[in-house]
Nanobody
Framework: QVQLLESGGGLVQAGGSLRLSCVASGRFLSSYAMGWFRQAPGKEREFVAAINWSGRTSYADSVKDRFTISRDNTKKMVYLQMNSLKPEDTAVYYC?????????????????WGQGTQVTVSS
């Protein structure tokens, strides 16, 4: 079992920045891929960013050049630096891990999920 806990969400004005953190515990291995997803009210959960064990990253087009995913394997942490935030970025953000290390955009490939952290961007 792996447990994931997100933090860092909050209320920010458009154009501002936030840094989300996710800490893993339990039987977490550094070979696991990590991803961030988000879900806005009335919408389906969508891919935001992913990173594999070696640091290879991928991003949704909607956040490319604004968000940066990174990880610290020694601390079992993954981060999402969010800059130039827009009201449409408002959502609950979830951290997830893929024990097969694929770092896919597909939520179904992730085995464990955190409880989420709310990000609200005001206009």
């Amino acid at each position: 079992q792996v447990q994931l806990l997100e933090s860092g969400g909050g209320l920010v004005q458009a154009g501002g920045s936030l840094r989300l953190s996710c800490v893993a515990s339990g039987r977490f291995l550094s070979s696991y891929a990590m991803g961030w997803f988000r879900q806005a009210p009335g919408k389906e959960r969508e891919f935001v960013a992913a990173i594999n064990w070696s640091g290879r990253t991928s991003y949704a087009d909607s956040v490319k050049d604004r968000f940066t995913i990174s990880r610290d394997n020694t601390k079992k942490m993954v981060y999402l630096q969010m800059n130039s935030l827009k009201p449409e970025d408002t959502a609950v953000y979830y951290c997830a891990t893929d024990t097969y290390g694929r770092a896919s955009y597909n939520a179904h490939t992730y085995d464990y999920w955190g409880q989420g952290t709310q990000v609200t961007v005001s206009s």
